[in-house]
């Protein structure tokens, strides 16, 4: 199945018995978390002191959130992208990085262009 760049699959957390060898596996990162801090618009640091850098064709969507929206994180497949934030009421989903990485700038801006 071929991705578009819009596209990302989330890998949900599975039980064990439930496995199958080269099934992709992701460690759990906890329940729910809500926003501690959101100042800047590109970096959303969670409960937990996780600090995640948004991908910037995403940043719109975390406008809509609140210090009490109930977000999810994800282990992802995608080229650039390693964890999506996933808003537990709302659906909408983000993609990100720890925000200490550093995005690789000639393929972000590619990306950006090709839409």
Same mark, same amino acid.
Do not use: Y
């Given at each position: 199945?071929?991705l ?5 699959? #989330? ?6 018995? $439930?496995? $199958? ?6 460690? %759990? ?23 995640w @850098? ?12 609140? %210090? ?5 994180? &994800?282990?992802i497949?995608?080229?650039?992208? &390693?964890?999506?934030?996933?808003d ?11 925000? &200490?990485?550093?995005? %690789? #700038?000639?393929?972000?801006? @590619? $990306?950006?262009?090709?839409?």
């Amino acid at each position: 199945m071929l991705l578009g760049r819009r596209d990302f699959i #989330v890998m949900e957390l599975m039980p064990p018995e $439930s496995l $199958s060898l080269g099934a992709p596996v992701c460690a %759990p990162r906890g329940d729910f978390m809500r926003i501690e801090q959101h100042d800047k618009s590109h970096i959303v640091e969670l409960e937990d002191g996780s600090r995640w @850098q948004i991908w910037p064709g995403d940043i719109a969507t975390t406008l809509q959130w609140l %210090p009490t929206t109930e977000l999810r994180i &994800s282990a992802i497949n995608d080229e650039l992208c &390693s964890h999506a934030l996933i808003d537990q009421e709302g659906g909408s989903r983000v993609r990100v990085i720890e925000a &200490s990485a550093a995005w %690789p #700038v000639a393929e972000v801006r @590619q $990306s950006l262009k090709d839409g």
